[in-house]
């Protein structure tokens, strides 16, 4: 099953709007036959109505003037056996309006009363209806001196020929003028789609590292929406690509500085004594782990960027940001430094904790490392209703208003030549504010000193 509709071919779009054009035809069709059949009845009852009368009361007439009933017998028996032969020769099998012709004294009925029949002589002259063998008819009586004549016809029989001929009027119409309907559709769809199958071929053709821009002929201005849309999708793929291959050229430039002083520094460990054998040891550990920092925050920048796919969980975020301080009191108290948390006691919200411990956790390394000897850290989760946010607020020396935007970017370090930390923490609180649905931005702290960070998650 699965293979038969791997291979199924889609539906093409000019058969779809072929077999719509074709269904607004059929309607059409139906349409106009209903009134061209409403209005052939509305003609043709009347004329039918006149005719049969007009027969009968001709009939009467011709009949008063034969004096025998043997020769009036012998004449309705021909017009009987003439009635028989032409029911039978119409190609649609139509019955003829029947014939009942009776003297007005009662000494004669042709043909013979059977059983159900209607009585002409107890029928109005003109046109009426009456039973006749359990079926209502239309009757069509008129009175000789000698004779009444009767038809009686089906009124159904008058429907069904103004149905066919209408119906055949119709369909001569529908085959004349269906090839010159479809034809032109089909070509106008077949030219009109050549753009779309141009386009196509120009995506089905481009280098995967082709991001220029698609060019389409002019003058087709619906096509042009769809090559708007391609193209700015090009370039939003052509800025990744760019960033990601700046970003692979940054870490691999931030990666080869401690490597390098690792690689120096074994190699005075093997060559020097004493002192100095401690120092190189002393800046190996350093590059050590200065690379392993690196390492560390780039796999936490990898997360950040996969945070968007993770389950969210329910998670009581304020446990979360206890256990995460907690794990950095240490750190703190070699600096000088204090850590303080305010916000409700419990706070379940549907989040990712791993994203929640890599923002809380960058933004209080970020504060301790740049905010100097003795700074205060203040940690704060506000819940309302539509969104909740974490707020981290240190007094240190603060980052300059125009350098605020320049710090969430990667391996971006305020100070040329500073060696503290990697560029990457506020960049991971960044990505994975925003793979949470959410932002982070930064303002001075209070009194005009410090720094601010705000990060904004909408509650889900």
């Known amino acids: ?270 060559t020097s004594e004493g002192p100095a054998r401690h120092e190189a040891a002393r800046h190996l550990q350093g590059a050590v782990e200065r690379a392993s920092h690196l390492a560390h925050q780039l796999l936490r920048l990898a997360q950040a960027d996969a945070t968007a796919l993770a389950p969210r969980e329910p998670v009581d975020v304020m446990n979360v940001a206890r256990d995460t301080l907690a794990g950095m009191t240490e750190a703190a108290t070699g600096l000088g430094s204090e850590l303080s948390l305010s916000g409700p006691d419990n706070a379940v919200l549907a989040t990712d904790p791993r994203a929640l411990r890599s923002m809380l956790g960058n933004l209080v390394d970020n504060a301790l490392r740049y905010g100097g000897h003795g700074v205060l850290v203040d940690v704060s989760i506000d819940v309302q209703p539509a969104r909740w946010q974490l707020r981290v607020v240190d007094n240190g020396p603060g980052i300059p208003a125009a350098q605020r935007e320049q710090v969430f970017e990667r391996f971006w370090r305020g100070k040329a030549g500073d060696e503290r930390g990697a560029g990457l923490g506020l960049a991971i609180v960044r990505e994975a504010a925003r793979s949470l649905g959410g932002d982070v931005d930064l303002q001075v702290g209070p009194g005009g000193h410090g720094c601010s960070f705000t990060v904004k998650l909408p509650r889900t």
């Open 1 to 270: 099953m699965s293979a038969v509709a791997a291979t199924a071919r889609p539906p093409r779009l000019q058969r779809r709007v072929l077999v719509a054009m074709m269904g607004v035809i059929v309607l059409l069709f139906l349409v106009f036959f209903g009134f061209i059949l409403w209005q052939t009845l509305k003609r043709d009852s009347g004329e039918l109505d006149s005719t049969l009368l007009r027969r009968a009361q001709s009939l009467a007439r011709a009949l008063d003037l034969t004096p025998a009933d043997a020769s009036v017998s012998a004449g309705v028996a021909v017009l009987l056996n003439l009635r028989d032969d032409a029911a039978a020769n119409d190609p649609h099998g139509e019955p003829r309006p029947l014939l009942l012709v009776s003297r007005r004294d009662g000494g004669l009925r042709l043909p013979a009363a059977q059983p159900g029949d209607a009585d002409p002589l107890r029928l109005p002259d003109g046109l009426s209806e009456t039973l006749h063998q359990g079926a209502t008819l239309r009757s069509y009586t008129a009175r000789g001196q000698h004779w009444t004549v009767t038809l009686l016809d089906d009124d159904a029989r008058s429907t069904r020929w103004a149905a066919r001929e209408a119906g055949v009027e119709l369909l001569g119409y529908l085959a004349l003028t269906l090839p010159f309907i479809l034809l032109p559709v089909w070509l106008a769809l077949r030219a009109a789609l050549a753009p779309l199958h141009g386009l196509s071929e120009q995506v089905a053709v481009r280098a995967p590292a082709d991001m220029s821009p698609i060019v389409l002929p002019k003058g087709y201005r619906e096509l042009l929406p769809l090559q708007t849309a391609l193209n700015r999708l090009f370039e939003r793929m052509a800025a990744t690509f760019a960033r990601e291959k700046a970003f692979v050229h940054d870490a691999a430039h931030e990666l080869r500085t401690p490597l390098a002083v690792i690689s120096t520094q074994a190699h005075v460990l093997q």
